[in-house]
């Protein structure tokens, strides 16, 4: 179907002409055509997303599996856009130690985190609505420090932007001006309230992402906090009662066409088409967080079984596998610290642990080493590489 999601208008800066999109108010008018695959879609990923919800309640430590899946999204999202941080590069900046890339690579991504956690907080504890001025909160967050740090963090654009190209006159695409942004935001947020009228939310989380984008209304950021709005919508109304999805994975492994279909609805008002790609994601992720959750505990089980069998120093072993689940990449004074053990005690249990292959050394270093639950690593790694 056909239909005209907005308008475009003609501006020009400095002698150039270019052209302006102003995204017409959702729901889409037509109305959505939910025919009966696109219904099939929808059902699926609600049932998969309730899966996902259901095994947060049986989950022996549901905040450790929460840490890291919040971090694995933030990554995500970021790599989108170019950041080159992975999940242990994080895991060794948050333990205040070296990671392998630049600092403001996993600033980015620790400010993501720090966002999500603000936005969430304020929704739950504070009672504060999902509103254009939470999103200045978290977009001040994001952008506190690091390559975005100068670009008006907490403050929507009063300057022109665009996407693709050099200047505006050759860009693939030209949001909104600055005088029409809050306009737009404004209607935005009604929609998000259920003005004019209600929405399932997974519709309205798919079609508030593409407006959001579309409006780009920050100078810098603009990705990351559409993406957050997603995870915002789904935790706030109840879908999950933790921000379990990583539905960034998606959109990496499908980056070209993530990109194509925002600007396929531009273009052609395609929302159906778009909302098949979105509910696909929704589904595929929501199954592999769900799996990933299972392999994790199993994996736990497993390796418990195995350091029981090893003896007298089996107690020790068991203890310090139960702090690598809550810091999987670690050094021997922390270890130390965290345990209340002597370097003596610990250093024995690594060597221990590295024979049965649970513990690697990652550092190749003699003094100052740092060692990893490997195989824990590994799967909680999977698909969060860089984008090279």
């Not at 925002?262 to 273009?267: A, K």
Request: glycine share 8%; charged share 25%; with cysteine.
């Amino acid at each position: 179907m056909n239909r005209t999601t907005g308008t475009y208008r003609q501006c020009s800066v400095a002698g150039e002409s270019y052209r302006v999109y102003l995204p017409a108010p959702l729901p889409p008018r037509p109305a959505l055509a939910i025919y009966a695959s696109l219904q099939a879609r929808l059902d699926r990923a609600n049932r998969a997303i309730g899966r996902l919800d259901g095994i947060s309640a049986v989950l022996p430590d549901t905040a450790l599996f929460l840490y890291f899946y919040v971090r694995k999204e933030a990554l995500l999202s970021s790599q989108i856009e170019g950041t080159q941080s992975s999940l242990s590069d994080l895991l060794l900046f948050e333990g205040e130690q070296t990671p392998d890339v630049a600092l403001d690579d996993v600033r980015e991504v620790s400010n993501y985190v720090a966002a999500m956690d603000h936005g969430l907080r304020r929704m739950r504890q504070d009672g504060f609505p999902l509103s254009l001025r939470l999103m200045r909160e978290m977009h001040a967050i994001l952008l506190r420090e690091g390559r975005g740090a100068a670009k008006d963090p907490g403050e929507f654009r009063r300057s022109q932007n665009w996407i693709g190209g050099g200047r505006p006159g050759n860009a693939r695409f030209v949001p909104p001006p600055p005088e029409e942004v809050m306009d737009c935001l404004g209607a935005l947020e009604k929609f998000l309230h259920d003005e004019p009228e209600p929405t399932p939310l997974l519709i309205k989380a798919a079609l508030a992402h593409v407006q959001f984008e579309t409006i780009h209304p920050f100078l810098d950021g603009n990705g990351r906090m559409g993406r957050l709005l997603i995870t915002l919508l789904l935790c706030g109304e109840g879908a999950l009662s933790e921000p379990l999805l990583y539905l960034s994975l998606y959109f990496k492994l499908h980056r070209e066409a993530y990109y194509d279909w925002l600007q396929r609805v531009r273009e052609t008002g395609d929302w159906e088409g778009w909302l098949g790609f979105f509910l696909n994601g929704v589904e595929e992720t929501a199954e592999g967080a769900t799996e990933t959750a299972r392999r994790i505990l199993a994996l736990f089980e497993t390796d418990r079984g195995r350091i029981a069998q090893i003896g007298k120093a089996a107690a020790t072993g068991l203890r310090l596998h139960e702090y690598m689940q809550k810091k999987p990449i670690f050094s021997v004074a922390q270890a130390m610290q965290g345990l209340d053990m002597t370097a003596p005690t610990i250093a024995a249990a690594l060597n221990r642990l590295e024979k049965l292959g649970l513990v690697a050394e990652t550092t190749g270093r003699k003094r100052d080493r740092v060692f990893s639950y490997a195989p824990y690593l590994a799967i909680l790694s999977e698909g969060a590489e860089p984008i090279k």
